[in-house]
T-cell receptor, first 113, second 110 residues
Framework: DVKVTQSSRYLVKRTGEKVFLECVQD?????MFWYRQDPGLGLRLIYF???????EKGDIPEGYSVSREKKERFSLILESASTNQTSMYLC????????????FGPGTRLTVT | QKEVEQDPGPLSVPEGAIVSLNCTYS??????FMWYRQYSRKGPELLMY????GNKEDGRFTAQVDKSSKYISLFIRDSQPSDSATYLC??????????FGKGTMLLVSP
């Protein structure tokens, strides 16, 4: 079974803090993704990566950055957390070219106060 | 027009009913079609994955893709209370990122 893990299930941070969310997959997948999910807005793609040290902007990259130093690990960074970044953050991975299915982690519920 | 449309529900059915969940889309280039199940406060779980048109069956679940009508369906037979969740459809062009529907909430009562 594919396993995607995220570093925290619940996180509470203060406005202005730098926040790191980590994601690890154990199936040697090429592609990794970060989404946020909000009621009424659905899943929105923040950033994705097709390979180590590569990153691509998704639909809502503002206020976020990412890092992929190893194939199995993809980190999402909130440089200066704001209250409008309170959300459920979901990481996903997919095997690679020609494969469309994505496998999700359990999610991190981030609250910024 | 939104790229993927999905009725938000909730859809309430009694245990044992056949459930039909649907999505319509506008992009004729979509080739991959997926259904995810998401329980409250959990990540989406991949249920069904199909490439191009046709049907796919897995236990109580059947996925159908009708590319001529730009319409996909997920059928759940003999529904159980444990099927109560939000169901998300997702689709993509080859080599592209996924486009998700906003999900349909399903409630199966004992």
């Amino acid at each position: 079974d594919v396993k995607v893990t995220q570093s925290s299930r619940y996180l509470v941070k203060r406005t202005g803090e730098k926040v790191f969310l980590e994601c690890v997959q154990d199936m040697d997948h090429e592609n990794m993704f970060w989404y946020r999910q909000d009621p009424g807005l659905g899943l929105r793609l923040i950033y994705f990566s097709y390979d180590v040290k590569m990153k691509e902007k998704g639909d809502i990259p503002e206020g976020y950055s990412v890092s992929r130093e190893k194939k199995e690990r993809f980190s999402l960074i909130l440089e200066s957390a704001s209250t409008n970044q309170t959300s459920m953050y979901l990481c996903a991975s997919t095997p690679g070219p020609g494969r469309g299915e994505q496998y999700f982690g359990p999610g991190t519920r981030l609250t910024v106060t | 027009q939104k790229e993927v449309e999905q009725d938000p529900g909730p859809l309430s059915v009694p245990e044992g009913a056949i459930v039909s969940l649907n999505c319509t889309y506008s992009n004729s280039a979509f080739q991959y079609f997926m259904w995810y199940r998401q329980y409250s406060r959990k990540g989406p779980e991949l249920l069904m994955y199909t490439y191009s048109s046709g049907n796919k069956e897995d236990g109580r679940f059947t996925a159908q893709v009708d590319k001529s009508s730009k319409y996909i369906s997920l059928f759940i037979r003999d529904s159980q209370p444990s099927d109560s969740a939000t169901y998300l459809c997702a689709m993509s062009e080859i080599g592209s990122t996924l486009t998700f529907g906003k999900g349909t909430m399903l409630l199966v009562s004992p």
